[in-house]
């Protein structure tokens, strides 16, 4: 197939083309960037009130208390407190971490890794940031409702979130907001499906794309076939509540309710469960990269990497039961779903050794991009790791809803996923800028962020095995959870420490961007992928000339190169070894 | 820490003494995080898969962290200044790392699989409802609290004579109890922490679990579904007595059912048939 | 690079952008399918009492009228946008078939199909809601052809995102009115 070159368009001029209505998908990355952090702090600050109220029940909310919840003498009350758990679950999810893996970078990295000028689609690309604008806007709405935001748990089963469960508008816009950005990540996803597709450079077959591509691909594909049927269970759910249809109404007061809200809970998790590797696959191809580069030799398996990635997005659309053990589907239908929850751990176990290959025998530079992928290996073991405990049917008896689920979620979705998106921050940062980000306050943030991490979801997962359920508001009141008090409040201390922590990147960041005067050079990495052979920041059309790849990705520590460099840019003929 | 928490306690009132005492209250850190006491013959199953699956999985993260702790130390840049140029693509090497898929499923996933479904068949699916001599209950659980039904002299659910408790579940020890189970309002979940198990109370269906106990004394119910602000309020308590005390309590509580139930009420006509929604 | 190799290779980028659009459109119709086959083969008798006199008539006449509208489409983009009128019947014929779809919902009411008789019931409504809020997409997309120069990409395009709404109507018509 030919190569279609994209044409240089003109640079636009004014601040409105520049920074608000811009088609250029580096400003598009950068918009989805500011909004997702945006939405990463006030995800941030519900669950300290969550942990404040777990550790502290009884206790006004420090600081801003009295001012938010003035009837009850600043204390957090339990319908507030449903309120703020189903909040961040929600805002974390599509608002935080979609924004900034899927938004920010799968944006800014798909066209310069592969060589293009923009995405194909720039209007659409343009249109997805305004949706997602859009949808946020309305959640913000929704708090401001005198009978509350949504309040049923970002699952929001049924019947809980009908009329019956949640009167009011504050549910129904929150469904309106999650169809809004659902309309904005498909968008996304046709976006970056065609584009990785059609508009790769002369040269970058499939296999010599980055592993960061590889990710963010699977990841489109996942959201293109996934997202639509949650925007379907939204729409029955929206007609439940708005035009009278019976759905998911069963057993309720109101009406004779012959419907299923089992129903929901299949539509739900069939795209819940593709959703949470949607969450997780960018960060393992950013990692499985940058791992790489800093390790200074190709990456172990490249190929089996991709393909166990490609392996885990196909089995993780037919896994999706295991959410619903405890609903009694069939014993058949059980069954079927922990064997297939089971096989994941096969192609996991594969990229595992594949990363630990990468960095045998490497010469590790341990920059703060560095230090937050090898975070991730350590976090997302263990969450995945956790993972097992509740694939099978018998101990999730045990562990489902309690607090174990939480840790292990938050271990793979959470930890592993923020703090890949923060070596992903950390490293392109001067490409997207033009400045570096400081490397000391980087390296403070990781420690102090990467302890108390740990200690939040460890604790969690202690305390779930301990038997601790979910979405508790006052813990005490039950006799089995009241030995586990100090260790809830070793939780909120951790997560008061690693929220701290969090102050440090937010100041490095808007410093480094606003403030700093020293330019980075093209490539500071000393990497060969195709970004690093432009400027730093990348210049609007981004090649001047579409640049022909002759070699793969991760060409570094080759013993027979010449040029002064222990590297090769993919623009360059391989030296064979 | 102490500081903290009996700082609460000022604020909470005198209610929650008891319970922050407790959790003030010298304990090993081992003690805290252990499950609370198990009372069946069953929930054991349960905890040795648990205890398994946290072996093999301590050994394959060990692995894990010994390559990444171990690579990062001996081969930092500064300590291991040439990095080896391989693509990983040699034989020996798809070799171990296939090895290492096969051996994770094998000594993981396929034990935990088999040990679970035959958990499950043989085990907690069994529901024991063909058996002479167990106990039956009807629960239907609603915003925020639990409705206990049981059939009463007549033996037959929904019937005028049936005994029927808020929150309160009494069981012999040493008999299995079946329990019928479904929500009025919102999905619900019945959990009882000391017998590992739960299942989910949905409006329109109907649930069943069971589990026979061991030991006599008062347990929790805690409901394990959001269903509401006041979810955490849907604390029930489950009493098992010695089988003498349950058939005095069992005779008494029928007599006043008889005397007392008010049969005009609709409330009172909540269960169903047993076994027929 | 000649013009030919330019506009295979525009075709094929429009190809691939417009198969994952209709994968994605299909699936947002596809759940609403896997809860009608739920409901359905979870039903203890077929066809339930609410439905038993759901109207033949009309959703026939909506099935005629966008399979005649499709296939008016199709002579459009075979004439290479020379044949402008057939353009037009379409829009037509699809504005029809929104008209025949109000008639329809009055019919199902009358016919004793109301949502609030349970799942199956407000399926129909779910379907035809959905499918009806596509179309008018469906016919802004052909009245942006009908004001615009012909493009064979841009009708190509719109043509298959009108023979799947017909495609998905034909398949909702077999569900709920016929089996």
Same mark, same amino acid.
């Given at each position: 197939m030919a190569f279609l070159e994209? #044409?240089? #368009?003109?640079?636009?001029? %004014?601040?409105? %083309?520049?920074?608000?209505? %811009?088609?250029? #998908?580096?400003v598009i990355a950068k918009q989805f960037l500011w909004y997702g952090i945006f939405w990463l702090l006030v995800g941030g600050l519900m669950a300290m009130m969550i942990r404040w109220t777990l550790a502290f029940p009884g206790t006004p909310f420090p600081l801003i208390g009295h001012m938010l919840f003035p009837h009850s003498g600043g204390i957090v009350p339990p319908d507030t407190y449903a309120m703020l758990f189903t909040l961040h679950g929600t805002i974390m999810i599509f608002f935080a971490i979609t924004p900034i893996l899927n938004g920010a970078f799968a944006n800014y990295c798909i066209p310069l890794m592969i060589g293009a000028r923009d995405m194909i689609f720039p209007t659409l690309n343009m249109l997805s940031f305004w949706f997602a604008m859009a949808s946020g806007g309305v959640l913000l709405a929704s708090m401001c409702l005198p009978l509350g935001a949504a309040a049923g748990g970002w699952t929001s089963y049924p019947t809980l979130s009908t009329l019956m469960g949640q009167p009011g508008a504050g549910q129904t816009m929150w469904l309106v907001s999650l169809f809004l950005f659902g309309i904005s990540s498909t968008m996304g996803a046709i976006n970056y499906i065609t584009t990785v597709i059609t508009l790769r450079a002369p040269g970058m077959d499939y296999f010599k794309m980055p592993l960061t591509i590889w990710g963010m691909w699977l990841t489109a594909v996942l959201n293109a076939i996934f997202v639509p049927v949650l925007g379907a269970g939204l729409l029955l759910l929206i007609f439940d509540r708005v035009f009278g249809t019976t759905f998911f109404l069963a057993g309720a007061a109101a009406t004779s309710g012959k419907g299923d809200p089992v129903l929901f809970q299949h539509v739900f998790w069939i795209f819940g469960h593709p959703e949470v590797y949607i969450l997780i696959l960018p960060a393992w191809g950013i990692v499985s990269d940058l791992l790489s580069f800093f390790a200074r030799k190709p990456a172990f398996g490249y190929k089996t990497t991709a393909l166990s990635m490609t392996a885990i997005t196909i089995l993780s659309t037919v896994v999706y039961g295991h959410h619903m053990y405890t609903t009694q589907m069939s014993p058949l239908l059980t069954q079927s779903f922990m064997t297939l929850t089971m096989l994941i751990s096969i192609p996991s176990a594969v990229f595992y050794a594949n990363w630990l290959g990468t960095i045998w025998k490497g010469s590790i530079r341990f920059t703060s991009p560095m230090l937050f992928s090898l975070g991730v290996v350590f976090v997302f073991g263990l969450g995945g790791l956790t993972g097992l405990y509740l694939a099978s049917t018998s101990i999730d008896l045990y562990l489902h809803d309690t607090y174990f689920v939480v840790g292990h979620f938050h271990y793979t979705m959470a930890a592993s996923v923020l703090l890949g998106g923060f070596a992903a921050t950390y490293f392109w940062f001067p490409k997207m800028f033009g400045t570096m980000m400081d490397e000391r306050l980087a390296k403070w943030h990781f420690w102090c962020t990467i302890f108390p991490l740990n200690g939040i979801f460890t604790g969690m997962m202690l305390v779930g095995y301990a038997g601790m359920h979910r979405r508790i508001y006052n813990p005490f009141i039950y006799e089995f959870t009241q030995k586990l008090m100090p260790i809830n409040t070793f939780i909120t201390l951790s997560a008061v420490a690693m929220g701290l922590a969090q102050i440090i990147f937010v100041w490095n960041f808007v410093k480094s961007v606003f403030f700093n005067k020293e330019k980075a050079s093209d490539n500071p990495w000393d990497v060969g992928t195709l970004e690093w052979t432009v400027p730093s920041p990348a210049p609007v059309h981004n090649f001047d000339e579409i640049p022909h790849v002759k070699c793969g990705p991760h060409e570094l520590g080759n013993p027979n190169l010449t040029t002064g460099r222990d590297f090769q840019y993919q623009t360059e003929e391989l030296v064979k070894a | 820490m102490e500081a903290l928490l009996l700082n609460v306690v000022g604020k909470l009132g005198p209610a929650m003494e008891a319970p922050l005492r407790l959790a003030v209250e010298s304990m090993s850190f081992w003690e805290r995080i252990q499950p609370p006491e198990d009372i069946t013959t069953n929930g054991h199953l349960i905890m040795w898969l648990f205890n398994y699956t946290t072996w093999v999985n301590l050994f394959w993260f060990a692995l894990v962290c010994i390559g990444l702790f171990g690579f990062s130390w001996f081969y930092s840049a500064k300590r291991h200044k040439k990095p080896l140029y391989t693509h990983g693509t040699d034989k020996q090497h798809y070799m171990i790392t296939a090895g290492i898929g096969v051996l994770v499923f094998l000594s993981v996933d396929m034990v935990i699989t088999k040990v679970s479904t035959n958990d499950m068949k043989n085990v907690f699916w069994q529901f024991p409802d063909q058996e002479p001599d167990i106990v039956r209950v009807q629960i239907l659980a609603q915003q925020w609290m639990w409705n206990i039904r049981y059939a009463g002299a007549d033996g037959e659910f929904n019937t005028g004579d049936d005994v029927v408790t808020n929150n309160d579940l009494r069981v012999p020890v040493g008999k299995k109890v079946l329990v019928e189970l479904t929500a009025k309002d919102v999905i619900h979940a019945f959990y009882l922490p000391n017998a590992r198990i739960k299942a989910d109370a949905i409006p329109g269906r109907l649930a069943k679990i069971w589990f026979d106990t061991n030991k006599t004394g008062t347990y929790e119910i805690a409901c394990a579904e959001m269903c509401g602000a006041h979810h955490y309020l849907m604390r029930g308590v489950m009493t098992v007595l010695t089988q003498e005390d349950y058939d005095r309590w069992k005779s008494e509580t029928e007599k006043i059912a008889i005397a007392t139930n008010d049969q005009e009420s609709p409330d009172l006509r909540w269960g169903w048939k047993w076994g027929n929604f | 690079m000649s013009t030919t190799a330019a506009t295979q290779q525009r075709k094929f980028q429009s190809y691939v952008a417009m198969t994952v659009a209709l994968v994605s459109f299909g699936m947002l119709f596809a759940g609403l399918f896997l809860g009608y086959f739920l409901a359905r083969f979870n039903a203890p008798v077929w066809p339930p009492v609410e439905i038993e006199n759901r109207p033949q008539l009309v959703p026939l006449l909506s099935t005629l009228l966008i399979a005649l509208s499709s296939f008016t489409f199709w002579r459009y983009e075979t004439g290479l946008g020379k044949g402008r009128m057939w353009l037009q019947a379409t829009l037509i014929l699809g504005l029809a078939f929104m008209g025949a779809q109000w008639a329809l919902w009055g019919a199902l009411a009358r016919s004793g199909v109301l949502s609030v008789n349970g799942m199956i019931s407000s399926m129909f409504y779910a379907f035809t809601w959905l499918h009806a809020a596509h179309i008018v997409g469906g016919l802004a997309a052909l009245g942006w052809l009908a004001v615009t120069p012909w493009t064979e990409t841009r009708t190509t395009n719109v043509g298959k995102f009108w023979h799947f709404l017909g495609a998905i109507w034909l398949l909702m018509y077999l569900m709920l009115f016929v089996l």
């Amino acid at each position: 197939m030919a190569f279609l070159e994209q #044409h240089i #368009h003109e640079a636009p001029t %004014s601040f409105w %083309s520049k920074y608000v209505i %811009s088609f250029d #998908h580096k400003v598009i990355a950068k918009q989805f960037l500011w909004y997702g952090i945006f939405w990463l702090l006030v995800g941030g600050l519900m669950a300290m009130m969550i942990r404040w109220t777990l550790a502290f029940p009884g206790t006004p909310f420090p600081l801003i208390g009295h001012m938010l919840f003035p009837h009850s003498g600043g204390i957090v009350p339990p319908d507030t407190y449903a309120m703020l758990f189903t909040l961040h679950g929600t805002i974390m999810i599509f608002f935080a971490i979609t924004p900034i893996l899927n938004g920010a970078f799968a944006n800014y990295c798909i066209p310069l890794m592969i060589g293009a000028r923009d995405m194909i689609f720039p209007t659409l690309n343009m249109l997805s940031f305004w949706f997602a604008m859009a949808s946020g806007g309305v959640l913000l709405a929704s708090m401001c409702l005198p009978l509350g935001a949504a309040a049923g748990g970002w699952t929001s089963y049924p019947t809980l979130s009908t009329l019956m469960g949640q009167p009011g508008a504050g549910q129904t816009m929150w469904l309106v907001s999650l169809f809004l950005f659902g309309i904005s990540s498909t968008m996304g996803a046709i976006n970056y499906i065609t584009t990785v597709i059609t508009l790769r450079a002369p040269g970058m077959d499939y296999f010599k794309m980055p592993l960061t591509i590889w990710g963010m691909w699977l990841t489109a594909v996942l959201n293109a076939i996934f997202v639509p049927v949650l925007g379907a269970g939204l729409l029955l759910l929206i007609f439940d509540r708005v035009f009278g249809t019976t759905f998911f109404l069963a057993g309720a007061a109101a009406t004779s309710g012959k419907g299923d809200p089992v129903l929901f809970q299949h539509v739900f998790w069939i795209f819940g469960h593709p959703e949470v590797y949607i969450l997780i696959l960018p960060a393992w191809g950013i990692v499985s990269d940058l791992l790489s580069f800093f390790a200074r030799k190709p990456a172990f398996g490249y190929k089996t990497t991709a393909l166990s990635m490609t392996a885990i997005t196909i089995l993780s659309t037919v896994v999706y039961g295991h959410h619903m053990y405890t609903t009694q589907m069939s014993p058949l239908l059980t069954q079927s779903f922990m064997t297939l929850t089971m096989l994941i751990s096969i192609p996991s176990a594969v990229f595992y050794a594949n990363w630990l290959g990468t960095i045998w025998k490497g010469s590790i530079r341990f920059t703060s991009p560095m230090l937050f992928s090898l975070g991730v290996v350590f976090v997302f073991g263990l969450g995945g790791l956790t993972g097992l405990y509740l694939a099978s049917t018998s101990i999730d008896l045990y562990l489902h809803d309690t607090y174990f689920v939480v840790g292990h979620f938050h271990y793979t979705m959470a930890a592993s996923v923020l703090l890949g998106g923060f070596a992903a921050t950390y490293f392109w940062f001067p490409k997207m800028f033009g400045t570096m980000m400081d490397e000391r306050l980087a390296k403070w943030h990781f420690w102090c962020t990467i302890f108390p991490l740990n200690g939040i979801f460890t604790g969690m997962m202690l305390v779930g095995y301990a038997g601790m359920h979910r979405r508790i508001y006052n813990p005490f009141i039950y006799e089995f959870t009241q030995k586990l008090m100090p260790i809830n409040t070793f939780i909120t201390l951790s997560a008061v420490a690693m929220g701290l922590a969090q102050i440090i990147f937010v100041w490095n960041f808007v410093k480094s961007v606003f403030f700093n005067k020293e330019k980075a050079s093209d490539n500071p990495w000393d990497v060969g992928t195709l970004e690093w052979t432009v400027p730093s920041p990348a210049p609007v059309h981004n090649f001047d000339e579409i640049p022909h790849v002759k070699c793969g990705p991760h060409e570094l520590g080759n013993p027979n190169l010449t040029t002064g460099r222990d590297f090769q840019y993919q623009t360059e003929e391989l030296v064979k070894a | 820490m102490e500081a903290l928490l009996l700082n609460v306690v000022g604020k909470l009132g005198p209610a929650m003494e008891a319970p922050l005492r407790l959790a003030v209250e010298s304990m090993s850190f081992w003690e805290r995080i252990q499950p609370p006491e198990d009372i069946t013959t069953n929930g054991h199953l349960i905890m040795w898969l648990f205890n398994y699956t946290t072996w093999v999985n301590l050994f394959w993260f060990a692995l894990v962290c010994i390559g990444l702790f171990g690579f990062s130390w001996f081969y930092s840049a500064k300590r291991h200044k040439k990095p080896l140029y391989t693509h990983g693509t040699d034989k020996q090497h798809y070799m171990i790392t296939a090895g290492i898929g096969v051996l994770v499923f094998l000594s993981v996933d396929m034990v935990i699989t088999k040990v679970s479904t035959n958990d499950m068949k043989n085990v907690f699916w069994q529901f024991p409802d063909q058996e002479p001599d167990i106990v039956r209950v009807q629960i239907l659980a609603q915003q925020w609290m639990w409705n206990i039904r049981y059939a009463g002299a007549d033996g037959e659910f929904n019937t005028g004579d049936d005994v029927v408790t808020n929150n309160d579940l009494r069981v012999p020890v040493g008999k299995k109890v079946l329990v019928e189970l479904t929500a009025k309002d919102v999905i619900h979940a019945f959990y009882l922490p000391n017998a590992r198990i739960k299942a989910d109370a949905i409006p329109g269906r109907l649930a069943k679990i069971w589990f026979d106990t061991n030991k006599t004394g008062t347990y929790e119910i805690a409901c394990a579904e959001m269903c509401g602000a006041h979810h955490y309020l849907m604390r029930g308590v489950m009493t098992v007595l010695t089988q003498e005390d349950y058939d005095r309590w069992k005779s008494e509580t029928e007599k006043i059912a008889i005397a007392t139930n008010d049969q005009e009420s609709p409330d009172l006509r909540w269960g169903w048939k047993w076994g027929n929604f | 690079m000649s013009t030919t190799a330019a506009t295979q290779q525009r075709k094929f980028q429009s190809y691939v952008a417009m198969t994952v659009a209709l994968v994605s459109f299909g699936m947002l119709f596809a759940g609403l399918f896997l809860g009608y086959f739920l409901a359905r083969f979870n039903a203890p008798v077929w066809p339930p009492v609410e439905i038993e006199n759901r109207p033949q008539l009309v959703p026939l006449l909506s099935t005629l009228l966008i399979a005649l509208s499709s296939f008016t489409f199709w002579r459009y983009e075979t004439g290479l946008g020379k044949g402008r009128m057939w353009l037009q019947a379409t829009l037509i014929l699809g504005l029809a078939f929104m008209g025949a779809q109000w008639a329809l919902w009055g019919a199902l009411a009358r016919s004793g199909v109301l949502s609030v008789n349970g799942m199956i019931s407000s399926m129909f409504y779910a379907f035809t809601w959905l499918h009806a809020a596509h179309i008018v997409g469906g016919l802004a997309a052909l009245g942006w052809l009908a004001v615009t120069p012909w493009t064979e990409t841009r009708t190509t395009n719109v043509g298959k995102f009108w023979h799947f709404l017909g495609a998905i109507w034909l398949l909702m018509y077999l569900m709920l009115f016929v089996l």
